[in-house]
Structures are given as structure tokens and as C-alpha cells.
């Protein structure tokens, strides 16, 4: 994903995808309502896309059928031959990539939100690579100010690591990660709180579009480190489960010495790292066939430089 | 499932099982736990079996393979000879029939315990067919006095209808359903809490079989009245969702005119029935697939008769 966009460029072409996990159900059922009805995702400078990214797995209610969609943008996948044969998600990938990029190509969608759920109670959380995009980081500082509720800001980038997520097609990007929700259930509180931030940062687009300039701000984000795993014996049997007091505590400090386990057998098991932590995606479900309790994070302040309005566009 | 077992007969053989729904885990865990453990189910005067009901949904924690385990308990499945080319569920339906029945026999299992979890908000539901096993809403009346927090009595059976449960298997039974948890996730909170019913549970059957008798009471239980679907197009498209101001409000009175979905477009619907009914299992993921927002259910009293001590047995 690139940084801040050229001053001088407008973003013309935004899409918005959900059921990129198919049993996510708020993204889901706002695509399809704004299938029908877009004018919602219509604003003086543009219009968004909507897009349904895993149509088989939504129509299943299921996460994914061969692989994760959302782990499939990868130079590897995107490039892959084996089309008609392979993954039914190393397809899809590439043909979202034909529709909203080439990923990294001057063709590529200016902006994609991708829409999520989780069943951690992770709020209203905004995700995206690094705090280097600066464009996404000015967004979500404007989403923080303009929305109720709050907001963490969870950075998944690692170095190193090549960016694999849908958002990574398009110049730049922003998941919207709400929860708690169960998986393949819509819940009324989750759906307006996720049109309430897409429309914010619709709102965002259009105010750049229209040459307004943002100044440069401090903001809090959380920066992952690494997966924290469930207690298993060898043959990968859960042994335990996330300790009561850590559940439902995302991005709150953990130090060490907290529990963060109960054994079946009712012992505790308590965080034996160095420092203080911030957990997220605690005890998500789709997390436990990797065998993943939650993500370590840290907390984080950046500053983040301004963001010039582009130039006004010829007539 | 017959009524009140008769006067001089201990219960000897009692099961617990759990998985059931292969993605409901505080119960799948629990008899993993308890296979390897078991003496948390051991009493004065008899031992529980803990019994995995359907381990392939299990492994792919998934509801059900072909389908659910927990209607294939009718005369039609368990006599059904296609056993090896037919579905999953009435194999194993079989199979738990052969283990813990033959339904409706002298041979057949005391009492069945089985474990469940939902996504709703039903707290700590007890489950049975009717009102008229004795022996069952003594059980229920002994767990809402001794253990904590509300423990509402579910009747699902219906006049003239087949009952098509696990738990119908043994001569009597009951369904612990603990909620809110999502589908494919272990709470600490809900496993300890349906660990404590079960433990309960058998301290109830302990006392019995000791030769305790119940005095009469009257009892508050809600029977159910018919499913509520969702909003829906001809194609059966979701058209809206559970109203915010019904969600989470299980057993809560719903009285003709309060509001119970709102449509995508924002338009709101309003309940049309003629008297205050008493929702239950509202939005809950599995019943998405049958198109049903929640059960309607009647809010009842019933005077239960005093349950006579066994009398005791033959040194």
C-alpha cells in the first residue's frame, strides 16, 4: 500500500467490499442493501463501489471455503496460474484485483474500505498497515473526531512482511473491524455503528476532494507484535481458555504477572512477558483454527505530518 | 420422553453430552474434559457418562455435517436402514440410540443431560419438552434455588408433535442452552456456569436416589407458541433485522405494537399479535438458515406435584 496521495490528486474511485469473510454479517448486508440502493455511497466528488467479495462463501455463511481471501493478496497468489483448478479464494483474489487494481499499479482504486466483524470486543476498531500512510491516518483521526464511541487504530503491518489483505489493492486503504458480533448474525447496534463510519469516511474523501486541507496531529495507535497461542498439548487440543478477566478487554493494558489463561482443570496461567501489553482479538473465534488467543499490541503515539488539499482539478 | 419416573426407582444411568452442535463449545469441551476427568460427574450413588455426540461436526466446529443432530431423534431416523449411504447425523442418531436407549424402552438411560450454547441472550435456559415430566421441573425448581443468576424453563414440545430430541433418548432428560456465547468460541464465564448446572444437575439425582422427596410447588415455565420469521423477499433475502430495542431481550414481555425489526431501508415493524408473548432464542445463528428471528413463547404457572423418594433399594 503507498503513503500519503500526490497533492494535487483527488480520489475518484473508492469501492466498498464486504463479506470478504463470509459469515460477517454487517458488511455483508450493507453491500447488498447498497447494491440496491447506492445513493447512500454517493458524494459531491464521487460515488463508491460497493462489492461483494466472497459471494460463495456469504452465500454459505461460512468464512472462507479453501483459504482466507483476506491472506490471498499476495504477489504469489495474485500471480498464480492455476486459475480454473486452484483455490476458489486465489480466484477471487485476482479477479478483485483486475477489478480494483493491479495492486500497486497507477490503474489501482484510489481508496478501498473493507468492512468486518469480530466477535472480540474489539468497538469500532480502524485498520490498517502502518501509520506511514498518512492519507488513511488523517481519515481515521477525522472518523475518531466525528463519530461516537471510540475507535482504536490497529496497525497489522509488519516489517518485512508484504502486505496480503484486500485493502492492499487499492492506493490506499481502511478496515473497518466491528464487534462484538457473532459470527453470522447481524446485529441492529453493530450495522448502524459500521453505515455511521463508512459514511464518515466517505464524508472524509469528499472534504479532500474539495480541497480542504487537514493539519498535522499526535495519535494514539496500536502496533501489533505477535500472536499470544492458546495452552495445547502436542496434538494441538485446547487445554485451556482465555482467563475471565482478560475476556472482552481488548486494547486494555495487561502486565506482567496478569492471568491470561484458566486450564480445564481450573489452574491459572498468568503473562509472563516483560513489559505492559495491549491484547486485541481476544478469544476470536476465527482465530482458534490457527490456535490464536489474541494479538499482542503496543501502544503507540505518532505523529503524523499534514495533509495538503489536492490542487483544484481542471473544469 | 415419559414422566415422572416411578416411585422406588433410583437413577442409576445417567449421561451428559455435549457437542450436540458441533460449534457449541462449552459443552464439547466439557466432555473432553470430563472423558479424560471424570470425577467431577461422579456421586454417593451413581456416575455420569459424558458422551461426545456428533465428533465430526466437532473437529470442523460446524453446527452439523448433513443435518441437525438434534431433530433426527424421530421414529422415521432411528428405524431408517440406509445406515451407511445416509446422512451423518442419523447414523450417529442411531448409534446414540443403541447407547443410551433404546428410546422409549425399559432399557433405556435414566437421564440425559445435554449441552448446549446460543448466541442469544438466554442466560442459563433449562430445556424440556413438557411441563408434565415431574421429575424433570422438580430438577429444574432444585437448580433455579441452588445455583446463581436466572435459569428460565423452555417447553418445546408441541401437541401431537414427535419429539425429536437427544434427550429423548433416556427416559428423562434435560437441555442446558447458556447464552450469549458465539458459535465456535469457549467463554469462561459460560463454562463455569453450565459447569455448575450440571454439577447441580446430579447432586439433584444424588439426593433422590437417597431417598429425599420434593414437596409441591408451582412453578413459572414458558411454552412455546410458534417461530417468528425475518422480513424476507420472495427469494428469501433478508429484508431487515432484529429491532435494537428486542435484541438481547429474551423472556422480556413483547407486547402487540412494540417494535421488532427495523428494514434495511430504516422502516420499522411492528409486532401485530393479538396478546404479550415472551421471545426467546431471538437472532440466534443457527436459525438464520430456517429464516426465524426468535420463537414466540407464553409465559405460564404450573403446579407440579410433590416428586415421592425412591424407595430404597436392595442392599
Redesign the interface.
Known sequence: MSSTPSRGHQLDRVAVTGGTHGNELSGV?LV??WLQ?PSELQRGTFAATPFLANPKATKR?IRYLSQDLNRSFTRTFLTSKETQDGPYEVRQAQEINQLFGPKGSADAFDFIFDLHNT?SNMVACLILDSEENVFTMHMCHYIQKHTQGPCPIYLYGLPGQENYSLQSVAKNGLGLELG?Q????????V??HMRALVACGLDFIDLFNQGTSFPAFDIVAYKIIEPMDFPQSPSG??LG????QL?DKDFFPLKPGDPIF?L??GEEIFYEGDATIYPAFI????Y??KGVAFYKMKKCTFSIPPLEAPEASAP
Chains 1, 2 share one sequence.
Open positions: 448486508y447488498k442493501h440502493n455463511c466477535v462484538p457473532p459470527h453470522g448474525v447481524l446485529r441492529a447496534d450495522l448502524s487440543e485446547l481458555f482465555v482467563h475471565p475476556q484458566q480445564f482443570s478469544n476470536e473465534a476465527a482458534y483454527e
